[in-house]
């Protein structure tokens, strides 16, 4: 059984960080893109950002590119989201994602995709 667990949302003010984690179990996850994935209430959900199953190849959404990192640590079956320079605009519940198609390595794709093994999501507030 495939288990995904974010964590390390929360509140912050305009220009502050926050580093997002989501741990993945029941899997191989180093044959799988990852992503990142947001919902903000009344929109759709958007990619915000993918990452190969090497973690060679990223993807970010127009949105966030220059101030968020994705990465991700294959030992430790972990990945993460690195946000700076929020704003008000990056309010939203986050989930991660670990994709269904072994070694795509097109993190674009799959951002676009949005299929998966999803995880509960965690809560980011930008006030302003």
């Known amino acids: 059984q495939v288990q995904v667990v974010e964590s390390g949302g929360g509140l912050v003010q305009a220009g502050g960080s926050l580093r997002l984690s989501c741990t993945v179990t029941?899997?191989?996850?180093?044959?799988?893109?990852m992503g990142w994935f947001r919902q903000a209430p009344g929109k759709e959900r958007e990619g915000v950002s993918c990452?190969?199953?090497?973690?060679?190849?990223?993807y970010y959404a127009d949105s966030v590119k220059g101030r968020f990192t994705i990465s991700r640590d294959n030992v430790k079956n972990t990945l993460y989201l690195q946000m700076n320079s929020l704003k008000p605009e990056d309010t939203a519940m986050y989930s991660c994602?670990?994709?269904?198609?072994?070694?795509?390595?097109?993190?674009?794709?799959?951002?676009?995709?949005?299929?998966?093994?999803w995880g509960q999501g965690t809560q980011v507030t930008v006030s302003s």
């Open positions: 994602a670990a994709d269904e198609v072994v070694y795509r390595s097109d993190p674009r794709n799959y951002c676009s995709a949005s299929i998966g093994y």
């Open positions: 990452i190969s199953w090497s973690g060679y190849r990223t």
């Open positions: 029941g899997l191989n996850f180093d044959d799988y893109d």
